[in-house]
């Protein structure tokens, strides 16, 4: 089943310099299952701290944060890994993907958590990283790919284990506007033919354009919420 | 577990992975070696006889005493033998850089004396019956190619020939020990011929007996006999004093100072000089990797397994070291067994010894990755995927 994602009264306040910054403040917010969110605002408004706190990246403070059946809040570290391990998949700005490891390699890592023989495993990645239209960089390392092959090999391990969840932190960040617009499109093809939810973190009002709705937050509080569905009549960018 | 990151982080630094498996080798091979000293010397006094005494000079080692002296002591009640043994210190005169121990020995009473000695080629008889005959050992004969039949030329430092040529040995036969306290690199010679060679003017050097050996008969008590002949000669001309075998091997050794404490020393330092570069390593391997561990973190992999990737791989690197020193000493512990024999015969590895090696290379393997490892554990999730790699 497709998650939901409630945040209730969640704040979230950082401590530097003996200073302390509140970036969520009592942010509630439902969103969704099976939906592609953008999630925008200016930078400290709390984007990324929303992104890891529905990743089981972070605690909140105070307030609570469920995804599908699992109140976060109630997780210690270790419950939390093990939840984020079946649940949820995770693209990164700069791909984070392992240099000593071929592409296979670092599509099956998160699979190494499963109940999966060596062959389960190998064959998960390599249809991973198929979906992604990658069948032919396999065993190439990160340092042979370009940067958009680097993302699709991320994206290929955040669906690896099939989570519910998928969480991008400025995917596009570190692309040219062809290779992320087709990053977008692989993005937008996982949520829409997968029924994948898709929380997505950006600065880009095009990439935003490949969102169902877009999640516009304030200094911790929520802004507003575009519908480009209503907006596009057919939902996003297509 | 990923063990194939843990394989792949390895061989990522394939430099800098080389240099400390090469530091942890020659650590692990120089402990094992300075252990196969310590022990080599353990084992050699430890097999000393029991029903042997040596008398020496109470002043020094160094200094001779009188040859009357074996005459004196021969009525004292439980001495069976006694074998005069005087130090020649020459040298090969083909290999004039080379050290081999030659004594002057009464051949009468040596072999009974040293049951531990057996003859494996030629005639200990033909021996006997030369003036000019020596016996030596298997490793020594093999070392210079000697032959029973054969005559050797050794140049004398402290006992030299008057006609300025070398003195001439013969060798009679070839034997071998079966104790560690008695090497095979040695070379036995008539004591006598020594002596006439002085007493004629055909030879110059220091008159005398080094040390005598007493060969105790069965059931008597050494303490006993001990008082007797240090008693004897309280008054001089020369004082003595009498100890066991072990104690004058265990002094002998002794005279190169506090050896096996001074070995430890060493081996101290040096393990400590590798853990630090095994650690510096690691430390350093983990700050590299602070963006990876924060990757398998977010993937779901748990503090545990970030800390066990460390450890793991500062015990991988240290153990491969470890291996390879073993393997090192191994290949090189017979030539270091022909280069030590004179000094430690018992020189040798035993499984003692190839346990402390790679004991201490997994210790040192452990300790260096439990800081990084630590320090894995700890990172939180956001902060390690933050750092800029």
Known sequence: MAAEIDIRSVTKTYHRGGEALRVLDELDLQMEGATFYALMGPSGSGKTTLLNLVGGLDHADSGQVVVGDTDLTDLDGSGLARWRAEHVGFVFQGFNLLPVLSARENVELPLLLAPLSRQQRREQAERALELVGLADRMDHKPRELSGGQEQRVAIARAIASDPQVILADEPTGDLDRTTADAVLDLLQRLNRELHKTILMVTHDPQAAGYADKVIHLDKGKLGRIDDNRKATGTGGRS | ?389
């Open chain 2, 1 to 389: 577990m990923p063990w194939r990151l843990l394989f792949r982080n390895v061989l990522g630094h394939p430099v800098r992975s080389l240099l400390t498996i090469g530091s942890v080798a020659v650590a692990v091979f120089l402990i094992c070696m300075l252990h196969a000293v310590t022990s080599g010397l353990t084992r050699t006094l430890s097999a000393a006889a029991s029903n042997r005494l040596v008398v020496q000079s109470a002043v020094s080692l160094f200094v001779d005493l009188p040859l009357s002296y074996q005459q004196k002591m021969a009525p004292v009640p439980g001495i069976e033998a006694i074998c005069k043994w005087q130090w020649f210190g020459g040298r090969y005169e083909q290999d004039k850089g080379g050290f081999f121990a030659q004594f002057g020995i009464d051949p009468e009473t040596f072999l009974p004396s040293y049951p531990e000695i057996t003859i494996a080629e030629g005639s200990y008889d033909e021996f006997a019956k030369n003036r000019s005959a020596c016996v030596v050992g298997e490793a020594l004969a093999r070392k210079y190619d000697w032959q029973v039949g054969q005559t050797v030329p050794i140049l004398g430092t402290i006992f030299t020939r008057n006609d300025g040529r070398p003195w001439e040995f013969t060798v009679a036969g070839l034997y071998k020990s079966s104790s560690a306290s008695i090497d095979e690199q040695t070379m036995y010679f008539h004591y006598d011929y020594l002596r006439e060679s002085l007493e004629t003017g055909g030879a110059s050097g220091p008159q005398g007996v080094g040390v005598y050996v007493l060969r105790l008969a069965p059931g008597t008590d050494p303490l006993g006999v001990q008082q007797a002949v240090d008693g004897m000669f309280e008054n001089g001309p020369q004082r003595v004093q009498t100890t066991t075998e072990a104690e004058f091997n265990r002094q002998f050794v002794s005279m190169l100072g506090d050896v096996p404490t001074l070995l430890q020393m060493v081996g101290g330092a040096v393990l400590f000089a590798i853990f630090f570069a095994v650690l510096n390593t690691m430390i350093m391997a983990g700050r590299e990797r602070t963006r990876d561990l924060g990757v398998l973190k977010a993937l779901g992999f748990t503090n545990g397994v970030s800390a066990a990737l460390l450890v793991a791989e500062s015990l991988l690197v240290c153990s491969l070291g470890a291996g390879l020193g073993v393997l090192l000493g191994l290949v090189l512990e017979k030539p270091f067994q022909v280069a030590t024999a004179a000094f430690i015969p018992g020189f040798g590895f035993d499984t003692n010894t190839l346990l402390l090696g790679a004991g201490i290379a997994v210790a040192i393997g452990l300790l260096s990755g439990l800081v990084p490892g630590w320090r894995a554990a700890k990172l939180t999730t956001v902060g390690a995927l933050r750092e800029v790699g």
